[in-house]
């Protein structure tokens, strides 16, 4: 044993790999329950996913939302995800979810800088359905100012360019509604230039803003929490290999930003978590149906999320979840060309709800309820294309309608089109059938499909998806468009189109752990030494998305319980073994 020590550089009892929510939750946790921790992030800014995410945590029974418009149980929690997950529903692994996850929030919010703030009208995706509920189990970080931490500030990863305003994030949907009504009410027209004035000597005086909402702040809450506890943090320091003695993961090779390899002796465990693999375009082609080649899909997750802990995981006997039904978290997405010629990622999360909205393939005929979750209009999508060669659609509004809610990365009145017209990522035509012509679409059937759901449209109806009968529907919808906020007739041209292809909100298929998070090998057994927390670990809802939150929700909780794990377990004495470094 003495000798296999000596191999090692130096030693801690925890390597934490990946600093998104799952990572850090872990780190935190195990560092105050007294472990000694080291944080290890590949890419040059920290806070992984999490960081571009919109900051909420699906918990039920969690201990913030006390003003329910309906009670929970454990009961109705567990029918639900039986439900949600089908054939996939994993019974030890769920319970111990949602026997800890209302404890972790609980931990988080009395034991570290984690503030958490209830989302009263925030229902379940599916909230109709066996054991739903129209409120109260999804819940999100509160606002942080990021002065709070100092110079680290400028190493926190920000928001997704295409999903800010100038730089400036939104907080809820309220905010959001302001920025819409900017030029119908006084007082949101207030809010606004106010905001406004703070963002610009925010930048002028900072380089970022510093008002940190949502994701952004979740993931400088869980840092500030680490820094707060001495935990280190190595920043381009990517793990290499896992290092094996006999049948335990003792340690990590990491690669440091000087170009020297360290190896790390984790005396406790090592937790991959890092952040699955959106960007590995290999086990896209792999696992995403729609992508031959990897390239046909367009993820804005951090560029570092290629697979790096799936790969490791594997080196040392594990097994990816490969048979889920959906390997990641579906959502359309359009490609944004940047000023600086990159190509941005704008993921269709707010628009699809609104009034007047509607989505076509290639045929010209719409395929879903647009106002459902981005999965489920995801599933339709590529079910809708299956005989396609390509995974796409549009989507369309009139005149008024882009005016009064944009469309996609086209912001809504006073703001100018002429940009987004000028590089092509918006389409415009006189009439439906200009349009469609533009767009490569049948113009016949477009004008058939426009002109039936018009029908109903009139009178607030969606004679053929029925939108707006979800509480999910109606809560991202207009509220003030009435009798349905989802619903209203595409009839005053010109017309306008953009283009949406398959994106995702982060990967499903990680590996198949334990309800300690432990990683199990081929015949189900635990791997010591090895968790996994956040998307390296598969998904405890089965490939579904039963609400807002469900990443970040487990991620968390399954980090708590790989931290407490560590921390239990009882010193065994260990037959001595040579180091054996595994590459991913």
């Not at 418009?69 to 054939?87: N, Q």
């Not at 399954?558 to 595994?582: D, I, K, T």
Request: charged share 20%; with cysteine.
């Amino acid at each position: 044993m003495n000798e296999s020590t000596q191999l090692f550089d130096q030693s801690v009892d925890v390597v934490v790999i990946g600093t998104g929510a799952g990572g850090m939750a872990a780190a935190v946790t195990a560092r105050k329950l007294g472990l000694d921790v080291l944080l290890l992030e590949k890419e040059a800014l920290y806070g992984g996913t999490t960081a571009r995410s919109g900051g909420v945590l699906w918990v039920p029974n969690n201990p913030i939302s006390t003003a329910r418009p309906e009670p929970d149980s454990m009961d109705a929690a567990r029918t639900y995800m039986r439900y949600e997950c089908g054939e996939f529903y994993d019974e030890e692994r769920v319970e111990a979810f949602l026997a800890h996850g209302p404890r972790m929030v609980d931990f988080f919010v009395k034991e570290t800088d984690v503030q958490l703030i209830p989302l009263p009208e925030y229902p379940d995706y599916h909230a109709e359905s066996p054991g739903g509920r129209t409120a109260g189990r999804s819940i999100m970080a509160a606002p942080m100012d990021g002065r709070l931490l100092g110079e680290r500030v400028k190493q926190l990863r920000p928001p997704l360019q295409e999903i800010t305003f100038v730089g400036m994030m939104f907080n809820s949907s309220a905010e959001v509604g302001h920025f819409f009504n900017v030029t119908r009410s006084l007082t949101s027209a207030m809010y606004v230039a106010r905001r406004l004035v703070t963002h610009a000597f925010e930048m002028l005086f900072h380089g970022r803003a510093m008002r940190l909402t949502n994701g952004n702040a979740l993931a400088a809450r869980l840092a500030k929490s680490a820094f707060d506890l001495g935990i280190p943090l190595w920043l381009e320091s990517p793990a290499r290999s896992l290092v094996r003695e006999g049948d335990r993961v003792t340690g990590v090779v990491v690669g440091r930003k000087d170009g020297s390899t360290v190896r790390v002796r984790a005396r406790r465990g090592v937790v991959l978590a890092a952040g699955g693999f959106p960007q590995d375009m290999a086990r896209r082609q792999q696992l995403f149906p729609h992508a031959p080649t990897g390239h046909e899909h367009l993820s804005p997750a951090p560029p570092g999320n290629t697979g790096d802990g799936l790969r490791m995981a594997e080196s040392v006997g594990a097994q990816v979840a490969t048979d889920l039904p959906n390997a990641a978290a579906w959502i359309p997405v359009s490609r944004v060309q940047r000023s600086n010629g990159e190509t941005g990622v704008f993921p269709h999360l707010i628009d699809r709800y609104k009034p007047g909205i509607v989505a076509v393939n290639r045929r010209g005929q719409r395929f879903a309820n647009e106002s459902d979750s981005y999965h489920d209009v995801g599933m339709a999508m590529q079910k809708s294309c299956a005989e396609e060669p390509e995974v796409c659609a549009w989507l369309i509004a009139d005149h008024r309608t882009i005016r009064r809610y944009g469309l996609g990365f086209a912001k809504p009145f006073p703001l100018p089109l002429g940009g987004h017209l000028r590089s092509g990522y918006l389409l415009r035509g006189a009439t439906l059938k200009e349009l469609a012509a533009q767009a490569g679409i049948d113009g016949e059937q477009l004008q058939k499909t426009i002109d039936e759901y018009n029908l109903g449209a009139v009178d607030g109806k969606d004679l053929q998806f029925r939108r707006g009968w979800r509480v999910y529907n109606r809560f991202l919808g207009d509220k003030t468009h009435q009798p349905n906020p989802c619903v209203a007739p595409v009839a005053q041209g010109p017309y306008y189109a953009v283009r949406i292809v398959m994106g995702d909100l982060g990967t499903f298929a990680g590996v198949r752990t334990d309800a300690q998070a432990r990683v199990l090998d081929g015949q189900g057994r635990p791997i010591d030494g090895l968790f996994a927390a956040g998307n390296d670990n598969a998904s405890v809802m089965g490939g579904g998305y039963p609400g807002g939150g469900i990443t970040l929700g487990p991620a968390m909780t399954f980090g708590f319980l790989a931290a407490e794990s560590m921390a239990a377990e009882a010193s065994q004495p260990q037959a001595a073994a040579v180091c054996q470094p595994v590459e991913a």
